[in-house]
């Protein structure tokens, strides 16, 4: 939807903080802060060495032919996931 431009989930920070506090309350995971996704700290790509073991998994997953055409490159994906967290932790930031 944020590719079409129907919508901006960006500019509305009290959405932001909605979603979060119900993931937090309804479908809360141990370990995940979800708060991170309203302060401007969201890490999408995981550190090592789980980053490696996805990556790994990744590589059998597209080997053993559990995708029905070719998908992107893990390397590909990391970028997204690093602009697309980027992009949402500067939207948090005040403006200047």
């Known amino acids: 939807?944020?590719?079409?431009?129907?919508v901006d989930p960006?500019?509305?920070?009290?959405a932001i903080n909605d979603v979060v506090e119900?993931?937090?309350a309804r479908w809360g995971v141990?370990?995940?802060d979800f708060s991170f996704a309203s302060?401007?700290?969201l890490r999408l790509i995981p550190d090592e060495p789980l980053r490696t073991e996805i990556a790994h998994?990744?590589?059998e997953m597209v080997e053993g032919g559990m995708y029905f055409?070719?998908?992107d490159k893990f390397s590909t994906i990391l970028d997204r996931?690093?602009?697309t967290d980027k992009m949402i932790n500067e939207s948090l930031l005040p403006s200047k």
């Open 1 to 6: 939807m944020m590719c079409k431009e129907i």
């Open 30 to 32: 141990k370990g995940v």
């Open 22 to 24: 119900m993931k937090s």
């Open 69 to 71: 055409s070719k998908p």
């Open 10 to 14: 960006l500019g509305n920070h009290q």
């Open 39 to 41: 302060t401007g700290k």
């Open 57 to 59: 998994d990744y590589v």
């Open 81 to 83: 996931l690093s602009s």
